[in-house]
């Protein structure tokens, strides 16, 4: 039975989605006024990974991940860009969108921008003044009351008498409590703005999830996800309002990723320490980097270095290596093993990735033996490889197009110089045959010499 980590209660709990056989789904997603990092490509990885482990246990999905499409980084970036907030947030949207296909990472059912859904949010503001939860502070914002929600802080399980004192340092005269937070911006000049009751303005940054997420899935729903770092305030301040807007509960489970971290820092645009999925893309193969990004639980902190992807394309190679010369087809006499119920309690047991790769090197070294005896049985085993690594999103190319398949690569030449190699091999000058050798060597090209020919790969 699938168990997953509550961020809320700090348990492993079984999951028991509100309607059987089916999950809500919804996870913040990226504000699109640049370029996404390692760091977003470690959160859309991850609920890619989620999202494929339910459908596969047979689960129906509604997997929803939204785009904030107007917020004062969007305004500043399309100021300094001389350029539209459409034009921008458009741009970036088409740009996040050919990362994430790049990274294997499927589309998810919604992917609502804010914009879109300014109405419901201003139904939701009016539903909390009404309710006393919110107020019209002095300079027009709209403010959410936090003192009004007695359970404010315990998602993230904050001390909210540090956070008020720190709080206080900064404070805006127009709030009633230091820790109150915006649902709605009063107009600035030359702004995007919509007209509401209380005056010209635009949402705040927290209500916008509220208001989607309700819209598609519904007041109540099974999971709530995103990177650690929205767990307070954000989806503290989500809780909250949402709680007070539709008097019920808002989200069974909360889950969050862990950070990627460089030199022991977490990776973000903030810190200035971030790599684009574009730059990381233009040195890593896009499968290697989906390795490497689910190689670690989805919940621990992962350490980005070139070394370590290096490392994970060794092992990704690993598994590559076990599929090649082999036929992949399913043989109905033969038993696999344990190796599938092991895969399939690994994910189940909060989405272990470690462990489900691990049991993947066990599978291949079962298929590395049985070659080397000429068993056939190889390819039953391959065949369940193929089918457990293509449920998180590896393994989906033909080992000898892992190999060699590269831009940078022109597999023509490399053709003609294993021919050349070989006539040069036929006639016994080896030292011409080495020299070509070498010469393959210096592009990243190892040979390998078997009973049934030469094959390249790229290194």
């Known amino acids: 039975m699938l168990h997953i980590y509550h961020s809320h209660s700090k348990q492993k709990l079984p999951f028991t989605p509100l309607i059987p056989g089916k999950v809500g789904l919804y996870v913040c997603g990226m504000t699109v006024y640049d370029y996404c990092h390692i760091g977003h490509a470690r959160t859309m990885v991850s609920f890619d990974l989620i999202v494929r482990h339910l ?40 740009a996040m969108n050919h990362d994430a296909a790049q990274l294997n990472i499927a589309p998810p059912n919604h992917a609502p921008r804010a914009t879109d859904y300014v109405e419901p949010m201003i139904v ?6 009404a309710d006393g939860h919110a107020y019209v502070a002095t300079n027009g914002d709209v403010l959410f009351d936090v003192a009004t929600y007695p359970a404010y802080g315990t998602l993230s399980g904050q001390d909210l008498s540090k956070l008020r004192a720190g709080a206080r340092v900064t404070v805006n005269d127009s709030k009633r409590d230091p820790l109150d937070f915006v649902l709605w911006k009063s107009a600035k000049p030359f702004e995007p703005a919509w007209e509401t ?22 007041a109540h729903f099974d999971l709530h996800g995103g990177g650690h770092d929205l767990l307070f305030p954000h989806h503290e301040n989500e809780l909250a309002q949402s709680v007070c807007a539709n008097h019920q509960p808002f989200v069974n489970t909360w889950l969050h990723t862990g950070f990627v971290q460089i030199d022991n820092e977490k990776m973000s645009k903030s810190l200035g320490n971030f790599f684009t999925i574009r730059e990381v893309l233009e040195k890593f193969k896009p499968e290697l980097v989906r390795y490497f990004l689910i190689s670690a639980h989805y919940r ?7 070394h370590a992807l290096k490392q994970s394309g060794l092992a990704l190679t690993r598994l590559y290596q076990a599929l090649r010369d082999v036929k992949a087809a399913s043989t109905a006499e033969v038993t696999t093993g344990d190796f599938e119920m ?18 993947l090197h066990e599978l291949a070294r079962e298929i590395n033996r049985l070659k080397d005896q000429h068993d056939a049985t190889a390819n039953a085993y391959a065949a369940l490889l193929l089918r457990l690594g293509q449920r998180l999103g590896i393994l989906m190319l ?38 070509i050798r070498d010469q393959l060597l210096a592009m990243n090209i190892v040979l390998e010499d078997n009973a049934d020919g030469v094959k390249w790969k790229k290194i």
């Not at 997997?63 to 947030?89: C, F, G, H, M, P």
């Open 300 to 306: 621990s902190p992962i350490h980005y270095s070139d």
């Open 197 to 218: 009751p209380w005056g010209l303005g635009r949402p705040g940054w927290h209500i916008e999830c509220s208001a989607m997420s309700q819209a598609l899935l519904g």
């Open 55 to 94: 459908r596969a246990s047979g689960f129906e999905v509604n997997y929803v991940r939204n785009i904030t499409d107007i917020d004062d980084k969007i305004i500043q970036r399309a100021t300094e860009n001389n350029e539209s907030v459409s034009n921008l947030t458009t741009r970036f949207i088409e």
């Open 398 to 435: 033909e080992p000898e197009q892992f190999f060699q398949g590269s831009d940078n690569v022109d597999s023509t030449q490399i053709e003609q110089l294993i021919q050349q190699r070989l006539n040069a091999r036929a006639l016994k000058q080896w030292a011409s045959a080495d020299a």
């Open 342 to 359: 092991r895969f399939v309690a690994a994910m189940d047991d909060d989405f272990n990735t470690p462990e489900a790769l691990g049991i």
């Open 124 to 129: 939701m503001i009016k539903q909390l003044i």
